[in-house]
């Protein structure tokens, strides 16, 4: 899978998910400092899954409030934002944006989530963004690792596939 970022090849590493693979479990860190797991969190029905380079961009601020906001209202679905960011930086700006209940994680310390998923970027120590939907057995109904980092995921097909 070729990725790049403000039109730089990066490399990715980990392992690459795809469609009807198991979620595997990972551990992130929630905004309080607390350790959190993809098993303590996961939705009744659907667990969306929005991997951001970083919230305190403009296309990362995006894609965290509209998946938030659409899905809001859809029973069964939990959304979690990973990325890189410091919690005490996801937790600035949830405040900032008055978002107190929506869900960020932090993979900064031990990259857990970003080498299961296949979502670090080695240059950068980033998250490359991209989406996961898992159903309530944790299998992948959706994947998409946006090509260039910079751009949006495709939000209409996640908020369809779910609506």
Known sequence: MSVTFAGEPV???????KVGDTAPNFKA?????????????QGDKY????????I??????????HFNKSL??????????VSNDLPFAQK???ANEGLENIITLSDHRDLDFALKYGTL????RLQARAVFVLDSDLKIIHVEYVNEGTD???????????T
């Open 47 to 54: 667990t969306v899954i929005s991997v951001v380079p970083s």
């Open 11 to 17: 490399t990715l590493k980990g392992n690459t998910k």
């Open 72 to 81: 809001n209202d859809v029973k069964g679905i939990k959304v979690l934002t």
């Open 29 to 41: 860190l929630d905004r309080d400092m607390k350790e959190q797991s993809l098993s303590d969190l």
């Open 152 to 162: 949006h995921p495709n939000y209409e097909t996640v908020v369809n596939l779910l």
């Open 121 to 124: 970027m080695e240059e950068h």
């Open 92 to 94: 600035r700006w949830c």
């Open 56 to 65: 305190d961009t403009s296309v990362c601020d995006f894609q965290t409030k």
